[in-house]
């Protein structure tokens, strides 16, 4: 069986980051390598970033041209969901994509304000405003 390595960055120039690599050798035995990120994941990972970043952008822009509440630009900076915010909030799922809607936001009480605030951990001023 040829050897199926992955390649592996020895200098630490290549990424800050060690890896786990695993693959066969050649009497077919499974290996592990440890070596840092190289080119190919630091660009993979850039473009998986700048992605998150558009969406950051887009939830961002709906929210000032009054189409989302500032959930939605939460929610989209800190990587999470309806269903993660429910549990991370103690809010059901169905209120908290309910309060997504930018009128039901305004009319939300101090109370639910600051569970969503505290999930954030923003205060409810920020909450309110998107920066």
């Known amino acids: 069986m040829e050897d199926n390595s992955n390649p592996v960055y020895k200098d630490q120039r290549h990424g800050q980051s060690k890896e786990l690599l ?14 840092f990120h190289g080119e190919p994941d630091r660009i993979i990972l850039q473009q998986a970033w700048d992605h998150f ?32 915010l429910s549990m991370m909030a103690g809010i059901s ?5 309910w309060h997504m809607r930018p009128g039901v936001f305004k009319r939300l009480n101090e109370k639910t304000l600051k569970k969503y605030a505290d999930a954030f951990n923003i205060s409810i001023e920020q909450l309110k405003k998107v920066d």
Request: hydrophobic content about 35%; cysteine-free; aromatic content about 14%.
């Open 93 to 97: 799922i169905w209120r908290v994509k």
């Open 53 to 84: 970043n558009e969406r950051i952008e887009d939830a961002r822009q709906r929210v000032i041209a009054g189409k989302a509440s500032p959930i939605v630009y939460y929610m989209e900076k800190f990587l999470a969901d309806p269903l993660n």
């Open 22 to 35: 695993y693959s066969y050798d050649k009497d077919g035995q499974f290996q592990r390598t440890v070596g």
